[in-house]
Nanobody, 114 residues
Framework: VQLQASGGGLVRVGGSLRLSCATT????????MAWYRRASGKQREPVAV???????NYADSVKGRFTISRDNAKKTVYLQMNNLKPEDTAVYYC?????????WGQGTQVTVSS
């Protein structure tokens, strides 16, 4: 399966972006879809996870600001990011999680300027 992430860019503090991750197969066939990010010099970390059943979980640092969602018909997962902060600057990756295995798409850069 291919994953195509898009929607990154440069935004000012307090701004918003919506990331999209399009897949080539039905996303509800997988255990979960997720967004991760890697800031410069840091390890990749989970941002948000959406299970097949529709349960969403978020990193504490983004709770209340980010929302993960999906459009099954479009085979796309989204990450709505509001009230962005400089510490949100990172390369964001979408992932399929299935049978405890990860499939990764290419990342999209998000830069938040102060």
């Amino acid at each position: 399966v291919q994953l195509q992430a898009s929607g990154g860019g440069l935004v000012r503090v307090g701004g918003s972006l919506r990331l999209s991750c399009a897949t080539t197969r039905s996303i509800i066939r997988y255990d979960a879809m997720a967004w991760y990010r890697r800031a410069s010099g840091k390890q990749r970390e989970p941002v948000a996870v959406l299970t097949r059943g529709g349960d969403a979980n978020y990193a504490d640092s983004v709770k209340g600001r980010f929302t993960i969602s999906r459009d099954n018909a479009k085979k796309t997962v989204y990450l709505q990011m509001n009230n962005l902060k400089p510490e949100d600057t990172a390369v964001y990756y979408c992932s399929i999680i299935d049978d405890a295995r990860f499939q990764w798409g290419q990342g999209t850069q998000v830069t938040v300027s102060s």
